[in-house]
């Protein structure tokens, strides 16, 4: 074993006697920390980020480029020193351009015989064929894939904080070895991210449905407005920037990403072509229901998407209120819960014109039933759940 | 002519007589002001919030919707009287579902011979034809259609200001009375909203463009999601959510859209197809630049698009500064940069090793140019524009 691996207690910090590739975790096993000293190599968006989290927690952390005053503006924004790094770092994270990854996580394999390895591109399945056929010892290799960026780049978009609360995909393989898994976790965990473990073919499916076809889509979409006239740009709304926003990206480094990830995407992108196909088909036959139902399973699709910070949606629960048949008494009611500082998501009402009284369900966020319930039945409501 | 428009001074207020239908501009002819009463057919999300804009500015409207609860329920969040109008309306603005928009305007134009008829509905055509063909006289009709919306819908998504500062088509034909137009053009104003003057089919291919072919594509995008296994979505980040967010659109609603647009779309849908197959083939021969080519495309359609209020994005100048070639000096120029609370949107260096300064180049925003100098300056750094 290149590397060491030790327990310390949960005050205790990272043990440190010059001989620096190694994680310590606290007794719990839960609070992975990082030593150092760490490389990152690639000062762009996503490299300077990671060595500005690093740099931000105290860890030793070194910064390289192809280009030395990328390096020396990713140094000079927190991310490091843009020196030369000591012999003894642990940790290596590649973050150079798609398809540079591979040959520069051989050569950091090769640098660095005492150092885990691993890198934060998109595509996992080509730098691993790579570095396999490269016949280096993969073992030190662990491939991650922090699921954070920006239409910008460059490490003048960089930020400390790009990674927190975000997921962060370790892709573990049989052959890797444990301790250079630990480390990888240690680093997403530094980072602020939640670490993901997804094996190398999953990955690459999971990302061509949830970030290459989105982008390759995008771009579709914005390319039939680079063709139309200036005039129909006016009518632009709010849908059209968030579906064409991403479009925005760099087209070196999205050339590079779906390329890597050409087969996996083909197969994707085959499906919307499908997808198009009955449309057009539906649209010409004037086919409602056929139209309705691929409607449908877009709907279905947005809401499997899990909430923002990797939980579930939103979950809204209904409150119930009897409300008098009488002018006025709606309105006063959402004055009142307005005044409660709870936002209605929906509401019907079941009111029977015989009755002297009405019910009111109220569709509200599962945290807002107990204080909108108390603040109604304070102002003489009869509210509940 | 049924209705009547005059001149006062741009102090007057609008003259009132019990003779209602009317609009009234002042005297520079920039600021039209609508009349009352006002009647709004339908009370969903874009009815109500008409509803609503107009009542928050003073005008004397009057809800109503197939179902009484919904005229109700938008009358009771501010959106006028859900009581029988008076005779007297001088506009009635048709905010029903799409498939039902034609018979509406039918209905309003024989029910209020005196009023001026317009729509919010988001194809032109179709019910501008179903108009024509019932034989009544169409001229008192103008078709109009804000660009405001939101994946939610009904009279609780509904507000007074969510047309302020958006575009709204006022779609003018030759057989249209000036006076519905400019009437039609009052509404747009009380709204808060900025008019933009299409022809029928040319405002439908604008909106195929940039409203109906974005929901679909975002729906077919999301329509993947659903058929993905769950554990691929803990990777879905903020570009998927962007792409996908409208999909969640009511299907119905966008069911009834679609089709009524559906020669145009398909014309689209066709030329995203053709990308489709240009970019597998692509993929498939490992093309890299002619991948680059259609994403440099999408890169030229998401500039295309104005800004958020309609005017031009935001356009960017770069200041120059010299800066001496030692350790912190780019740090200090971040420092001193940021407490001038200017952001720096990007930034290139132009060192030459032999000599002691090199310039960097940062770009801001235009109307930062002066501050960020000024700052710099104070703080002994050269820099000019």
Same mark, same amino acid.
């Given at each position: 074993?290149?590397?060491?691996?030790? #327990?310390?207690?949960?005050?205790?910090?990272?043990?440190?006697?010059?001989?620096?590739?190694?994680?310590?975790?606290?007794?719990? /096993?839960?609070?992975?920390?990082?030593?150092?000293?760490?490389?990152?190599?690639? *000062?762009? =968006?996503?490299?300077?980020?990671?060595?500005?989290? =690093?740099?931000?927690?105290?860890?030793?952390?070194?910064?390289?480029?192809?280009?030395?005053?990328? *390096?020396?503006?990713?140094?000079?924004?927190?991310?490091?020193?843009?020196?030369?790094?000591?012999?003894?770092?642990?940790?290596?994270?590649?973050?150079?351009?798609?398809?540079? @990854?591979?040959?520069?996580?051989?050569?950091?394999?090769?640098?660095?015989? /005492?150092?885990?390895?691993?890198?934060?591109?998109?595509?996992?399945?080509?730098?691993?064929?790579?570095?396999? *056929?490269?016949?280096?010892?993969?073992?030190?290799?662990?491939?991650?894939?922090?699921?954070?960026?920006?239409?910008?780049?460059?490490?003048?978009?960089?930020? !400390?904080?790009?990674?927190?609360? +975000?997921?962060?995909?370790?892709?573990?393989?049989?052959?890797?070895?444990?301790?250079?898994?630990?480390?990888?976790?240690? =680093?997403?965990?530094?980072?602020?991210?939640?670490?993901?473990?997804? !094996?190398?073919?999953?990955? %690459?499916?999971?990302?061509? #449905?949830?970030?290459?076809?989105?982008?390759?889509?995008?771009?579709?979409?914005?390319?039939?407005?680079?063709?139309?006239?200036?005039? &129909?740009?006016?009518?632009?709304?709010?849908?059209?920037?968030?579906?064409?926003?991403?479009?925005?990206?760099?087209? $070196?480094?999205?050339? $590079?990403?779906?390329?890597?990830?050409?087969?996996?995407?083909?197969?994707?992108?085959?499906?919307?072509?499908?997808?198009?196909?009955?449309? @057009?088909?539906?649209?010409?036959?004037?086919?409602?229901? #056929?139209?309705?139902?691929?409607? $449908?399973?877009?709907?279905?699709?947005?809401?499997?998407?899990?909430?923002?910070?990797? /939980?579930?949606?939103?979950?809204?629960?209904?409150?119930?209120?009897?409300?008098?048949?009488?002018?006025? !008494?709606?309105?006063?009611?959402?004055?009142?819960?307005?005044?409660? $500082?709870?936002?209605?998501? %929906?509401?019907?009402?079941? &009111?029977?014109?015989?009755?002297?009284?009405?019910?009111?369900?109220?569709?509200?966020?599962?945290?807002?039933?107990?204080?909108?319930?108390?603040?109604?039945?304070?102002?003489?409501?009869? *509210?509940? +759940?």
């Amino acid at each position: 074993m290149l590397w060491e691996c030790e #327990r310390v207690s949960p005050s205790g910090h990272p043990w440190s006697d010059g001989y620096a590739h190694r994680v310590t975790i606290d007794a719990a /096993g839960s609070e992975p920390l990082i030593g150092g000293p760490v490389l990152v190599v690639g *000062a762009g =968006l996503i490299g300077a980020s990671v060595a500005m989290a =690093l740099t931000s927690t105290g860890v030793e952390t070194y910064v390289s480029d192809l280009d030395p005053r990328v *390096a020396h503006v990713a140094a000079s924004r927190g991310a490091g020193a843009d020196t030369e790094p000591p012999d003894n770092v642990c940790l290596v994270v590649v973050a150079t351009p798609p398809d540079d @990854v591979g040959s520069a996580v051989v050569r950091a394999l090769t640098a660095y015989p /005492g150092a885990v390895v691993t890198d934060v591109s998109s595509v996992k399945a080509k730098p691993l064929a790579e570095v396999q *056929a490269a016949g280096v010892d993969a073992s030190r290799y662990v491939g991650g894939h922090p699921l954070a960026g920006s239409e910008r780049s460059g490490p003048m978009a960089s930020a !400390a904080d790009l990674f927190t609360g +975000r997921a962060w995909a370790v892709v573990a393989r049989d052959d890797c070895d444990p301790d250079a898994v630990r480390m990888v976790r240690a =680093l997403v965990h530094a980072c602020g991210a939640t670490a993901v473990d997804m !094996a190398t073919d999953d990955h %690459d499916l999971a990302v061509a #449905r949830t970030s290459h076809l989105p982008h390759l889509v995008a771009a579709l979409t914005a390319g039939a407005l680079a063709r139309a006239p200036e005039r &129909h740009l006016a009518l632009s709304g709010q849908g059209i920037r968030d579906v064409t926003r991403i479009a925005a990206g760099d087209p $070196q480094l999205w050339r $590079q990403i779906v390329l890597a990830n050409a087969d996996t995407l083909s197969g994707l992108l085959n499906e919307v072509r499908d997808g198009i196909d009955e449309l @057009v088909a539906s649209l010409s036959g004037r086919d409602g229901s #056929r139209v309705e139902a691929i409607l $449908q399973t877009g709907v279905a699709g947005t809401a499997a998407i899990p909430g923002k910070h990797g /939980g579930p949606a939103l979950p809204l629960a209904t409150v119930t209120v009897a409300i008098p048949d009488e002018p006025g !008494a709606l309105a006063r009611l959402f004055a009142d819960a307005g005044d409660a $500082q709870v936002n209605i998501e %929906d509401l019907r009402i079941d &009111h029977d014109p015989g009755r002297r009284f009405g019910l009111v369900e109220i569709d509200v966020a599962e945290d807002r039933v107990a204080p909108l319930i108390e603040a109604l039945r304070a102002r003489d409501w009869s *509210a509940h +759940r």
